[in-house]
C-alpha cells in the first residue's frame, strides 16, 4: 500500500513500506514500479559516478570503499550498456558472536549499481576495470574515426 496516495508522506513510512513484502501477484495489479525496479533505482541513485573523456578513451570513476574487487562486476548489457554492480555486506554472524553492538549505522550497506549508456565510439572489446584504494576505474577505449570516404570518380564518355 502506497500511502502517499493518502497525502501521507513521512521518510519513516518510506522505511516502513520497503520492509513489507507484497505478494507477488499484488505486485501486478498495481500501476506501481515493481520492487526490483525501485531495489535498482535505490542502488544506482546511492553510487556516485564521475565519467571522465579523454582523447582516446572514457573512464568511469566509482568509489568502492571496503568491497574486494572480486565482490564487483563490471558488465556490458545490449551492446552498449555499462553496468558496474555488486553488495556491501556486514558480516551479521561475527558482529553477533564478537558481542558488537552498533551505536551509530550511516554507511551505506546492500546492494550497489550504475549503468551508463556507451557512445557509438566505444570499443567494447577495449574494457579494463581496477580497482584500487577503495576506487573503481572503468576505462573504456575509442574507436579510431573512420576515415573520410574518398569521393567516387565517374568516367565521362563522349556520346
Known amino acids: 500500500m502506497d500511502l502517499r496516495n493518502f497525502g501521507i508522506e513521512s521518510p519513516i513510512l ?5 520492509m513489507l513484502e507484497f505478494p507477488e501477484e499484488q505486485e501486478k495489479t498495481r500501476n506501481n514500479p515493481s520492487r526490483a525496479y525501485v ?6 541513485a546511492a553510487t556516485p559516478a564521475d565519467v571522465i573523456e579523454y582523447p582516446t578513451s572514457y573512464v568511469f570513476v566509482v568509489d568502492m570503499p571496503g568491497i574486494k574487487a572480486n565482490e564487483i562486476k563490471v558488465q556490458v548489457e545490449n551492446d552498449n ?8 555486506k556486514r558480516d551479521k554472524e561475527k558482529d553477533e558472536k564478537d558481542g558488537v553492538k552498533y551505536l551509530r ?3 551505506r550497506v546492500g546492494k550497489f549499481m550504475r549503468k551508463f549508456a556507451l557512445p557509438e565510439n566505444a570499443n567494447m572489446d577495449a574494457i579494463s ?8 576505474r572503468v576505462t573504456v577505449e575509442k574507436l579510431p574515426p573512420p576515415e573520410p570516404k574518398k569521393p567516387k570518380t565517374v568516367e565521362v564518355k563522349v556520346a
Open 129 to 136: 576495470a581496477v580497482c584500487q584504494d577503495g576506487v573503481l
Open 39 to 44: 531495489r535498482d533505482a535505490k542502488a544506482m
Open 81 to 88: 550498456v555499462l553496468v558496474v554492480s555488486g553488495e556491501r
Open 105 to 107: 549505522l550511516e554507511r
Open 14 to 18: 518510506s522505511i516502513l513500506e520497503d
